[in-house]
Protein backbone atom coordinates (compact mmCIF):
# COMPACT_ATOMS: atom_id res chain seq x y z
CA UNK A 1 0.00 0.00 0.00
CA UNK A 2 1.66 3.39 -0.84
CA UNK A 3 2.41 5.42 2.36
CA UNK A 4 -0.49 8.10 1.74
CA UNK A 5 -3.16 6.29 0.45
CA UNK A 6 -5.30 6.51 3.63
CA UNK A 7 -5.57 10.24 2.65
CA UNK A 8 -6.43 9.84 -0.52
CA UNK A 9 -10.27 10.67 0.06
CA UNK A 10 -9.54 13.58 2.49
CA UNK A 11 -7.86 16.98 1.55
CA UNK A 12 -4.45 17.75 3.50
CA UNK A 13 -4.95 18.82 6.90
CA UNK A 14 -2.08 21.04 6.63
CA UNK A 15 -3.04 22.68 3.05
CA UNK A 16 -6.80 23.18 2.91
CA UNK A 17 -7.81 22.89 6.46
CA UNK A 18 -11.60 23.79 5.52
CA UNK A 19 -11.60 21.50 2.79
CA UNK A 20 -10.16 19.15 5.06
CA UNK A 21 -12.69 19.05 7.86
CA UNK A 22 -15.22 18.67 5.43
CA UNK A 23 -14.35 15.74 4.32
CA UNK A 24 -13.69 14.20 7.07
CA UNK A 25 -17.31 15.10 8.55
CA UNK A 26 -18.71 13.11 5.64
CA UNK A 27 -16.71 10.19 5.08
CA UNK A 28 -16.93 9.18 8.71
CA UNK A 29 -20.58 9.40 8.33
CA UNK A 30 -20.83 11.84 11.36
CA UNK A 31 -23.52 13.65 8.82
CA UNK A 32 -24.65 14.91 5.80
CA UNK A 33 -26.22 17.76 4.12
CA UNK A 34 -30.27 18.26 4.74
CA UNK A 35 -32.71 18.43 1.95
CA UNK A 36 -33.15 22.29 3.41
CA UNK A 37 -29.89 24.76 2.79
CA UNK A 38 -27.70 24.73 5.52
CA UNK A 39 -29.24 21.63 7.49
CA UNK A 40 -27.33 18.58 8.43
CA UNK A 41 -28.66 15.38 9.24
CA UNK A 42 -26.50 13.58 12.09
CA UNK A 43 -25.51 10.22 11.34
CA UNK A 44 -25.64 7.40 14.11
CA UNK A 45 -22.13 7.61 14.15
CA UNK A 46 -22.12 11.71 14.99
CA UNK A 47 -25.55 11.25 16.93
CA UNK A 48 -23.16 8.76 19.44
CA UNK A 49 -20.93 11.45 20.18
CA UNK A 50 -23.79 14.03 20.98
CA UNK A 51 -25.49 11.27 23.27
CA UNK A 52 -22.26 10.96 25.29
CA UNK A 53 -21.70 14.99 25.23
CA UNK A 54 -24.99 15.41 26.42
CA UNK A 55 -25.04 12.34 29.06
CA UNK A 56 -22.02 13.71 30.96
CA UNK A 57 -23.47 17.42 31.17
CA UNK A 58 -26.82 16.39 32.39
CA UNK A 59 -25.13 14.51 35.23
CA UNK A 60 -22.75 17.36 36.03
CA UNK A 61 -26.26 19.74 35.87
CA UNK A 62 -28.08 17.61 38.02
CA UNK A 63 -25.35 17.60 40.69
CA UNK A 64 -25.48 21.59 40.76
CA UNK A 65 -29.14 21.79 41.48
CA UNK A 66 -30.54 21.87 37.36
CA UNK A 67 -33.72 20.39 36.88
CA UNK A 68 -34.45 19.49 33.24
CA UNK A 69 -37.82 20.81 31.36
CA UNK A 70 -39.36 21.33 27.99
CA UNK A 71 -40.62 24.36 26.17
CA UNK A 72 -42.50 24.89 22.92
CA UNK A 73 -40.80 25.63 19.98
CA UNK A 74 -42.97 28.14 18.57
CA UNK A 75 -43.00 31.36 20.48
CA UNK A 76 -45.40 34.50 19.79
CA UNK A 77 -43.37 37.61 17.59
CA UNK A 78 -44.66 40.21 20.68
CA UNK A 79 -42.59 37.87 23.37
CA UNK A 80 -39.68 38.60 21.03
CA UNK A 81 -40.24 42.56 20.74
CA UNK A 82 -40.47 42.66 24.52
CA UNK A 83 -36.68 42.96 25.01
CA UNK A 84 -35.29 45.44 22.63
CA UNK A 85 -31.66 44.79 22.52
CA UNK A 86 -33.17 40.85 22.29
CA UNK A 87 -35.23 41.63 19.24
CA UNK A 88 -32.33 43.52 17.43
CA UNK A 89 -29.96 41.10 17.87
CA UNK A 90 -31.53 37.87 16.90
CA UNK A 91 -34.04 39.34 13.83
CA UNK A 92 -31.77 38.82 10.99
CA UNK A 93 -31.51 35.20 11.84
CA UNK A 94 -35.29 34.26 12.75
CA UNK A 95 -37.64 32.19 10.93
CA UNK A 96 -41.22 33.20 11.27
CA UNK A 97 -44.41 31.10 10.56
CA UNK A 98 -47.29 32.98 8.91
CA UNK A 99 -49.86 30.50 8.24
CA UNK A 100 -50.96 27.38 9.83
CA UNK A 101 -53.94 24.85 9.17
CA UNK A 102 -54.58 26.43 5.90
CA UNK A 103 -55.20 29.95 7.05
CA UNK A 104 -52.86 33.46 8.16
CA UNK A 105 -52.38 33.07 11.80
CA UNK A 106 -53.90 35.91 14.10
CA UNK A 107 -50.04 36.78 14.96
CA UNK A 108 -46.61 35.51 13.39
CA UNK A 109 -45.07 33.43 14.95
CA UNK A 110 -41.16 32.44 15.83
CA UNK A 111 -39.10 29.43 15.75
CA UNK A 112 -37.05 29.59 18.34
CA UNK A 113 -33.47 31.36 17.77
CA UNK A 114 -32.90 30.46 21.93
CA UNK A 115 -35.69 30.69 24.32
CA UNK A 116 -35.11 33.64 26.83
CA UNK A 117 -38.34 34.87 26.33
CA UNK A 118 -40.69 31.71 26.15
CA UNK A 119 -38.80 30.61 29.33
CA UNK A 120 -39.18 34.25 30.76
CA UNK A 121 -42.66 34.46 30.43
CA UNK A 122 -43.12 30.86 31.79
CA UNK A 123 -41.04 32.09 34.87
CA UNK A 124 -43.29 34.87 35.25
CA UNK A 125 -46.16 32.56 36.30
CA UNK A 126 -44.47 30.49 38.02
CA UNK A 127 -42.01 32.35 40.92
CA UNK A 128 -44.38 34.00 43.18
CA UNK A 129 -42.19 34.23 46.53
CA UNK A 130 -38.57 34.17 47.51
CA UNK A 131 -38.87 30.50 48.80
CA UNK A 132 -39.23 29.55 44.56
CA UNK A 133 -35.63 30.69 44.51
CA UNK A 134 -33.65 29.75 43.18
CA UNK A 135 -35.45 28.37 39.97
CA UNK A 136 -32.79 26.35 37.58
CA UNK A 137 -34.47 24.65 34.47
CA UNK A 138 -32.81 23.39 31.41
CA UNK A 139 -33.77 21.53 28.34
CA UNK A 140 -32.32 20.01 25.79
CA UNK A 141 -33.73 20.97 22.59
CA UNK A 142 -33.20 22.77 18.64
CA UNK A 143 -33.08 25.96 17.63
CA UNK A 144 -32.92 27.53 14.46
CA UNK A 145 -31.31 30.41 13.21
CA UNK A 146 -31.33 31.67 9.70
CA UNK A 147 -27.18 31.51 8.91
CA UNK A 148 -25.79 32.62 5.12
CA UNK A 149 -22.42 30.83 5.41
CA UNK A 150 -22.84 27.22 7.16
CA UNK A 151 -20.71 24.18 7.97
CA UNK A 152 -21.64 20.87 9.65
CA UNK A 153 -21.34 21.09 12.86
CA UNK A 154 -19.94 24.71 12.98
CA UNK A 155 -22.81 26.70 11.99
CA UNK A 156 -26.14 25.27 10.51
CA UNK A 157 -29.24 26.81 10.24
CA UNK A 158 -30.75 24.33 12.95
CA UNK A 159 -28.93 22.86 15.97
CA UNK A 160 -29.12 20.88 18.67
CA UNK A 161 -28.08 22.12 22.27
CA UNK A 162 -28.76 22.71 25.65
CA UNK A 163 -30.37 25.93 27.27
CA UNK A 164 -30.46 26.92 31.14
CA UNK A 165 -31.84 29.17 32.26
CA UNK A 166 -32.18 30.67 36.45
CA UNK A 167 -34.03 33.21 38.55
CA UNK A 168 -31.72 34.42 41.79
CA UNK A 169 -33.00 36.38 43.94
CA UNK A 170 -30.12 38.69 44.11
CA UNK A 171 -27.87 39.54 41.54
CA UNK A 172 -24.89 38.50 43.62
CA UNK A 173 -26.22 35.25 43.36
CA UNK A 174 -26.92 35.01 39.35
CA UNK A 175 -23.51 36.54 38.32
CA UNK A 176 -21.83 33.87 40.89
CA UNK A 177 -24.21 31.13 39.06
CA UNK A 178 -23.11 32.50 35.71
CA UNK A 179 -19.29 31.94 36.72
CA UNK A 180 -20.28 28.67 38.26
CA UNK A 181 -21.43 27.79 34.93
CA UNK A 182 -18.38 28.94 33.48
CA UNK A 183 -16.14 26.86 35.47
CA UNK A 184 -18.19 23.58 34.74
CA UNK A 185 -18.13 23.88 31.24
CA UNK A 186 -14.11 24.60 31.28
CA UNK A 187 -13.88 21.64 33.83
CA UNK A 188 -16.05 19.74 31.18
CA UNK A 189 -13.58 20.44 28.10
CA UNK A 190 -10.69 19.81 29.79
CA UNK A 191 -12.03 16.27 31.10
CA UNK A 192 -14.41 14.84 28.72
CA UNK A 193 -13.42 16.50 25.09
CA UNK A 194 -9.52 16.59 25.90
CA UNK A 195 -9.82 20.16 24.67
CA UNK A 196 -8.33 23.05 26.87
CA UNK A 197 -9.95 26.95 26.65
CA UNK A 198 -9.26 30.40 27.42
CA UNK A 199 -12.55 31.39 29.55
CA UNK A 200 -13.32 34.82 30.64
CA UNK A 201 -15.85 37.94 30.07
CA UNK A 202 -16.80 39.16 26.50
CA UNK A 203 -16.70 43.05 25.24
CA UNK A 204 -19.96 45.02 24.80
CA UNK A 205 -20.27 43.95 21.03
CA UNK A 206 -19.27 40.45 21.46
CA UNK A 207 -21.96 39.68 24.33
CA UNK A 208 -25.42 37.71 23.75
CA UNK A 209 -28.15 40.27 23.10
CA UNK A 210 -29.56 41.19 26.24
CA UNK A 211 -27.44 40.67 28.84
CA UNK A 212 -25.81 42.43 31.25
CA UNK A 213 -22.60 40.58 30.57
CA UNK A 214 -21.59 37.28 28.89
CA UNK A 215 -18.83 35.42 29.65
CA UNK A 216 -17.02 32.59 26.75
CA UNK A 217 -14.55 29.55 26.56
CA UNK A 218 -12.42 29.59 23.24
CA UNK A 219 -11.04 27.01 21.67
CA UNK A 220 -7.68 26.69 19.50
CA UNK A 221 -8.40 24.45 16.30
CA UNK A 222 -5.76 23.22 14.33
CA UNK A 223 -5.22 25.83 11.99
CA UNK A 224 -5.36 28.49 15.02
CA UNK A 225 -8.50 30.13 14.64
CA UNK A 226 -10.94 30.42 17.47
CA UNK A 227 -13.86 28.07 18.08
CA UNK A 228 -16.29 29.90 20.64
CA UNK A 229 -17.26 26.51 22.55
CA UNK A 230 -19.77 27.93 24.91
CA UNK A 231 -21.37 30.40 26.57
CA UNK A 232 -23.40 31.74 30.17
CA UNK A 233 -25.07 35.30 30.81
CA UNK A 234 -25.76 37.19 33.14
CA UNK A 235 -29.20 39.13 32.59
CA UNK A 236 -29.73 41.04 35.52
CA UNK A 237 -33.33 42.23 35.45
CA UNK A 238 -33.55 42.74 31.86
CA UNK A 239 -35.55 39.63 31.09
CA UNK A 240 -37.74 39.62 34.62
CA UNK A 241 -39.05 43.25 34.20
CA UNK A 242 -39.69 42.30 30.29
CA UNK A 243 -41.76 39.30 31.37
CA UNK A 244 -42.64 40.40 34.85
CA UNK A 245 -40.31 37.54 36.82
CA UNK A 246 -41.47 39.64 40.02
CA UNK A 247 -41.58 37.69 43.98
CA UNK A 248 -42.53 38.95 47.03
CA UNK A 249 -39.78 39.08 49.23
CA UNK A 250 -38.68 38.21 52.56
CA UNK A 251 -39.35 42.08 54.06
CA UNK A 252 -42.78 41.16 52.35
CA UNK A 253 -41.86 43.65 49.02
CA UNK A 254 -42.59 43.19 45.04
CA UNK A 255 -39.22 42.65 43.69
CA UNK A 256 -37.78 41.49 40.23
CA UNK A 257 -35.81 38.16 39.83
CA UNK A 258 -32.26 37.98 38.78
CA UNK A 259 -31.67 35.97 35.97
CA UNK A 260 -29.04 33.78 33.57
CA UNK A 261 -28.09 31.37 30.76
CA UNK A 262 -26.29 29.19 29.54
CA UNK A 263 -25.45 26.49 26.71
CA UNK A 264 -23.49 25.01 24.64
CA UNK A 265 -24.27 22.90 21.45
CA UNK A 266 -23.57 20.01 18.41
CA UNK A 267 -20.45 22.90 18.00
CA UNK A 268 -18.84 21.00 20.55
CA UNK A 269 -18.19 18.09 18.28
CA UNK A 270 -16.78 20.58 15.30
CA UNK A 271 -14.65 21.47 17.98
CA UNK A 272 -13.11 18.20 18.88
CA UNK A 273 -12.57 17.66 15.54
CA UNK A 274 -10.54 20.53 14.85
CA UNK A 275 -8.39 20.45 17.96
CA UNK A 276 -7.60 16.88 17.54
CA UNK A 277 -8.29 15.53 14.09
CA UNK A 278 -4.93 14.74 12.14
CA UNK A 279 -4.05 13.69 8.32
CA UNK A 280 -5.91 10.65 8.64
CA UNK A 281 -9.50 11.78 9.90
CA UNK A 282 -10.73 11.54 13.37
CA UNK A 283 -8.71 11.10 16.74
CA UNK A 284 -11.98 10.80 19.04
CA UNK A 285 -11.64 11.86 22.97
CA UNK A 286 -12.26 8.33 24.75
CA UNK A 287 -14.90 9.66 27.08
CA UNK A 288 -16.94 10.28 23.93
CA UNK A 289 -16.06 8.41 20.92
CA UNK A 290 -19.00 5.67 20.36
CA UNK A 291 -16.49 2.83 20.32
CA UNK A 292 -13.47 3.04 22.66
CA UNK A 293 -12.32 -0.33 21.37
CA UNK A 294 -12.32 -1.77 17.64
CA UNK A 295 -11.13 -5.49 17.69
CA UNK A 296 -9.69 -6.85 13.91
CA UNK A 297 -9.75 -10.49 13.56
CA UNK A 298 -6.41 -11.33 11.62
CA UNK A 299 -6.84 -14.64 9.45
CA UNK A 300 -10.20 -14.98 10.90
CA UNK A 301 -11.63 -17.86 9.19
CA UNK A 302 -8.77 -19.61 11.13
CA UNK A 303 -10.14 -21.49 13.99
CA UNK A 304 -10.59 -20.26 16.88
CA UNK A 305 -9.80 -16.74 15.75
CA UNK A 306 -13.77 -15.24 16.12
CA UNK A 307 -14.32 -17.20 19.41
CA UNK A 308 -11.42 -15.33 20.96
CA UNK A 309 -12.68 -11.93 19.75
CA UNK A 310 -16.06 -12.24 21.07
CA UNK A 311 -14.37 -13.44 24.15
CA UNK A 312 -12.37 -10.49 24.38
CA UNK A 313 -15.32 -8.32 23.65
CA UNK A 314 -17.46 -9.40 26.82
CA UNK A 315 -14.35 -8.99 28.61
CA UNK A 316 -14.33 -5.35 27.81
CA UNK A 317 -17.94 -4.35 27.74
CA UNK A 318 -18.27 -6.38 31.11
CA UNK A 319 -15.78 -3.46 32.05
CA UNK A 320 -17.58 -0.67 30.79
CA UNK A 321 -15.76 -0.07 27.77
CA UNK A 322 -17.50 0.51 24.33
CA UNK A 323 -16.89 -2.09 22.00
CA UNK A 324 -16.71 -3.08 18.32
CA UNK A 325 -15.97 -5.92 16.82
CA UNK A 326 -15.49 -5.53 13.19
CA UNK A 327 -15.64 -9.49 11.88
CA UNK A 328 -16.65 -8.14 8.14
CA UNK A 329 -15.20 -9.61 5.28
CA UNK A 330 -12.91 -6.54 4.44
CA UNK A 331 -9.78 -6.79 4.48
CA UNK A 332 -7.76 -6.03 7.39
CA UNK A 333 -6.02 -2.94 6.19
CA UNK A 334 -9.22 -1.94 5.05
CA UNK A 335 -10.52 -2.30 8.37
CA UNK A 336 -7.30 -0.42 9.77
CA UNK A 337 -7.48 2.68 7.01
CA UNK A 338 -11.55 2.85 8.40
CA UNK A 339 -11.51 2.74 11.69
CA UNK A 340 -8.47 5.21 11.68
CA UNK A 341 -10.57 7.80 9.65
CA UNK A 342 -13.01 7.43 12.65
CA UNK A 343 -10.94 7.76 15.39
CA UNK A 344 -11.49 5.15 17.70
CA UNK A 345 -8.70 5.85 20.34
CA UNK A 346 -7.47 2.00 20.33
CA UNK A 347 -7.22 -0.74 17.87
CA UNK A 348 -6.60 -4.18 18.69
CA UNK A 349 -5.26 -7.24 16.24
CA UNK A 350 -5.82 -10.88 17.11
CA UNK A 351 -5.34 -13.13 14.55
CA UNK A 352 -3.91 -17.31 15.32
CA UNK A 353 -0.02 -16.19 16.63
CA UNK A 354 -1.14 -13.99 19.22
CA UNK A 355 -3.67 -15.99 20.51
CA UNK A 356 -1.07 -19.16 20.64
CA UNK A 357 1.30 -16.95 22.45
CA UNK A 358 -1.52 -15.37 24.89
CA UNK A 359 -0.92 -12.14 23.02
CA UNK A 360 -3.08 -8.87 21.94
CA UNK A 361 -1.27 -6.20 19.63
CA UNK A 362 -2.95 -2.73 20.75
CA UNK A 363 -2.70 0.27 18.66
CA UNK A 364 -3.31 3.79 20.27
CA UNK A 365 -5.19 6.43 17.53
CA UNK A 366 -3.52 9.55 18.88
CA UNK A 367 -0.43 8.47 18.71
CA UNK A 368 -0.45 5.31 16.28
CA UNK A 369 2.08 3.66 18.81
CA UNK A 370 2.00 -0.06 18.96
CA UNK A 371 2.36 -2.23 21.87
CA UNK A 372 2.07 -6.45 23.12
CA UNK A 373 -0.46 -6.77 25.61
CA UNK A 374 -1.27 -10.13 28.08
CA UNK A 375 -4.58 -11.41 26.00
CA UNK A 376 -7.73 -10.42 27.87
CA UNK A 377 -5.84 -7.48 29.96
CA UNK A 378 -8.67 -5.55 30.41
CA UNK A 379 -7.10 -3.52 33.09
CA UNK A 380 -4.21 -2.08 31.15
CA UNK A 381 -6.85 -1.58 28.13
CA UNK A 382 -8.50 0.91 30.83
CA UNK A 383 -5.59 2.05 31.43
CA UNK A 384 -4.64 3.25 28.32
CA UNK A 385 -7.91 4.85 27.79
CA UNK A 386 -7.53 7.35 30.71
CA UNK A 387 -3.72 7.84 29.35
CA UNK A 388 -4.98 8.82 25.81
CA UNK A 389 -7.27 11.26 27.70
CA UNK A 390 -5.01 12.53 29.68
CA UNK A 391 -2.27 13.20 26.67
CA UNK A 392 -4.60 14.25 24.13
CA UNK A 393 -5.17 17.12 26.32
CA UNK A 394 -1.10 17.86 27.08
CA UNK A 395 -0.50 17.89 23.70
CA UNK A 396 -3.93 20.48 22.90
CA UNK A 397 -3.11 22.62 25.65
CA UNK A 398 0.82 23.01 25.20
CA UNK A 399 -0.37 23.77 21.39
CA UNK A 400 -2.29 26.09 22.45
CA UNK A 401 -0.36 27.48 24.89
CA UNK A 402 2.68 27.99 22.61
CA UNK A 403 0.40 29.84 19.50
CA UNK A 404 -0.26 32.70 22.40
CA UNK A 405 1.71 35.32 21.13
CA UNK A 406 1.61 38.99 22.25
CA UNK A 407 1.18 42.89 20.21
CA UNK A 408 1.42 46.29 20.41
CA UNK A 409 0.62 47.61 17.55
CA UNK A 410 -1.58 46.92 14.61
CA UNK A 411 0.39 45.50 12.19
CA UNK A 412 2.12 42.75 14.69
CA UNK A 413 -1.50 41.40 15.91
CA UNK A 414 -2.23 41.12 11.96
CA UNK A 415 1.00 39.27 11.86
CA UNK A 416 -0.01 37.31 14.68
CA UNK A 417 -3.23 35.87 13.59
CA UNK A 418 -2.12 35.84 10.03
CA UNK A 419 0.72 33.38 11.58
CA UNK A 420 -1.86 31.15 13.30
CA UNK A 421 -2.30 32.25 16.75
CA UNK A 422 -3.91 33.84 19.42
CA UNK A 423 -3.19 37.24 20.34
CA UNK A 424 -2.87 39.16 23.75
CA UNK A 425 -3.32 42.74 23.31
CA UNK A 426 -4.45 45.80 25.42
CA UNK A 427 -7.15 47.67 24.46
CA UNK A 428 -8.27 51.38 25.83
CA UNK A 429 -12.46 50.37 25.91
CA UNK A 430 -13.17 52.21 22.86
CA UNK A 431 -15.52 50.47 20.73
CA UNK A 432 -13.57 52.27 17.63
CA UNK A 433 -10.81 50.98 18.71
CA UNK A 434 -12.14 47.26 18.68
CA UNK A 435 -13.93 47.88 15.30
CA UNK A 436 -10.67 48.75 13.81
CA UNK A 437 -8.96 45.90 14.86
CA UNK A 438 -11.59 43.80 12.93
CA UNK A 439 -11.46 46.09 9.89
CA UNK A 440 -7.52 46.08 9.63
CA UNK A 441 -7.12 42.27 10.62
CA UNK A 442 -9.89 40.52 10.42
CA UNK A 443 -9.75 39.47 14.31
CA UNK A 444 -12.21 39.91 17.08
CA UNK A 445 -11.68 40.34 20.25
CA UNK A 446 -12.65 36.46 22.12
CA UNK A 447 -12.40 37.12 26.36
CA UNK A 448 -10.86 39.19 28.56
CA UNK A 449 -7.47 37.78 29.72
CA UNK A 450 -7.45 39.00 33.95
CA UNK A 451 -4.29 37.29 34.15
CA UNK A 452 -1.91 39.67 32.25
CA UNK A 453 -1.22 43.68 31.97
CA UNK A 454 -0.64 45.29 28.82
CA UNK A 455 0.25 48.48 28.71
CA UNK A 456 -1.33 50.26 25.64
CA UNK A 457 -3.78 49.79 23.45
CA UNK A 458 -2.74 47.96 20.02
CA UNK A 459 -4.76 50.43 18.07
CA UNK A 460 -4.50 53.88 19.21
CA UNK A 461 -1.91 53.66 21.66
CA UNK A 462 -3.44 54.95 24.79
CA UNK A 463 -3.14 53.85 28.05
CA UNK A 464 -4.34 50.13 28.44
CA UNK A 465 -8.03 49.70 29.97
CA UNK A 466 -7.61 46.43 30.33
CA UNK A 467 -5.93 42.81 27.73
CA UNK A 468 -7.56 40.92 25.21
CA UNK A 469 -7.29 37.70 23.70
CA UNK A 470 -7.92 38.47 19.37
CA UNK A 471 -8.58 35.88 17.36
CA UNK A 472 -9.87 35.40 13.55
CA UNK A 473 -12.62 32.91 14.54
CA UNK A 474 -15.40 30.57 12.72
Known sequence: MAKNEFVKEIADIETDFPQWYTDVVLK?????????KGTMVIRPYGYAIWEHIQSELDRRFKQMGVENAYFPMLIPMSFLTKE????????????????????????PLVVRPTSETIIGHMFGKWVESWRDLPLRQNQWCNVMRWEKTTRPFLRTSEFLWQEGHSVYETGEEAEAATLQMLACYADFCKNVLCMPVLTGRKTEKEKFAG??????????MHDGKSLQAGTTHYMGQNFAKAFGVQFTGREGTLQYGYTMSYGVSTRLIGALIMTHGDARGLVLPPPVAPFEVVIVPIAQKKEGVLEATHVL????EKAGIRVKLDDSDNSPGWKFNEWEMKGVPVRIELGPRDIEAGKMLVCRRDTLEKAEYALGDVEAVSALLET????????AKARMESRIVEADTLEALLAGVEGGNFVRAGWCGERACEDKVKEFAQATARVFDETHTMGTCVCCGKKAAHTLFFARAY
Open 313 to 316: KEAL
Open 388 to 395: IGRDMYSR
Open 211 to 220: AVATYGMEAM
Open 84 to 107: AEHVEGFAPEVAVVTHAGGAKLEE
Open 28 to 36: TKLVDYGPV
